[in-house]
T-cell receptor
Framework: DGGITQSPKYLFRKEGQNVTLSCEQN?????MYWYRQDPGQGLRLIYY???????QKGDIAEGYSVSREKKESFPLTVTSAQKNPTAFYLC????????????FGSGTRLTVV | GEDVEQSLFLSVREGDSSVINCTYT??????LYWYKQEPGAGLQLLTY?????DMKQDQRLTVLLNKKDKHLSLRIADTQTGDSAIYFC???????????FGKGTMLLVSP
């Protein structure tokens, strides 16, 4: 079955550490996205990529980095520069120009300890 | 910039109809979406409507769009306890632009 997989489901990070969240899709989608969700804040766009080897900053890119070396993969690194990283992170994908919306992964909950 | 507003909470009894409302500010919004999120999970696309449509019905779901007032609603008929979730409204101006999401409406269905 095609889908989008995020791992791990839960992640704990010590202050000052970088961590990488995985996002893989086998839907043959061109575009991939990372969102951050905080209670009462809705979804905020961190980074997105519409083609391999290219990506753009979203609304809250500071303290995060991404890469898009393969069509199927769009990992997100939360760096130590991100001052408040505890949140629920959602990855999504879509066909470029697709009017039917995004397919979301099941999310990764990151907690700073 | 674009903005999408939703009421934060709605409580209904099982069997009643639920109506979740959304307003948006971007007059060039072309595609409007409704997503459902259950606790601890990702978002699931429920339905979407193009701006050249006024209404779309899909089983228990009815979407109404008032372009003049930039108002979108999602009606769930015969609401069940399994419909309890957060519902997000989202809009985009083209198939090539990113989606802008509202903050979500938490629907609580009581028996």
């Amino acid at each position: 079955d095609g889908g989008i997989t995020q791992s791990p489901k839960y992640l704990f990070r010590k202050e000052g550490q970088n961590v990488t969240l995985s996002c893989e899709q086998n839907l043959n989608h061109d575009a991939m996205y990372w969102y951050r969700q905080d209670p009462g804040q809705g979804l905020r766009l961190i980074y997105y990529s519409q083609i391999v080897n290219d990506f753009q900053k979203g609304d809250i890119a500071e303290g995060y980095s991404v890469s898009r070396e393969k069509k199927e993969s769009f990992p997100l690194t939360v760096t130590s520069a991100q001052k408040n990283p505890t949140a629920f992170y959602l990855c999504a994908s879509s066909l470029t120009g697709e009017r039917g919306g995004y397919t979301f992964g099941s999310g990764t909950r990151l907690t700073v300890v | 910039g674009e903005d999408v507003e939703q009421s934060l909470f709605l409580s209904v009894r099982e069997g009643d109809s639920s109506v979740i409302n959304c307003t948006y500010t971007d007059s060039s919004s072309t595609y409007l979406y409704w997503y459902k999120q259950e606790p601890g999970a990702g978002l699931q696309l429920l339905t979407y409507i193009f701006s050249n449509m006024d209404m779309k019905q899909d089983q228990r779901l009815t979407v109404l769009l008032n372009k003049k007032d930039k108002h979108l609603s999602l009606r769930i008929a015969d609401t069940q306890t399994g419909d309890s979730a957060i519902y997000f409204c989202a809009e985009s101006t083209s198939g090539y632009s990113t989606l802008t999401f509202g903050k979500g409406t938490m629907l609580l269905v009581s028996p």
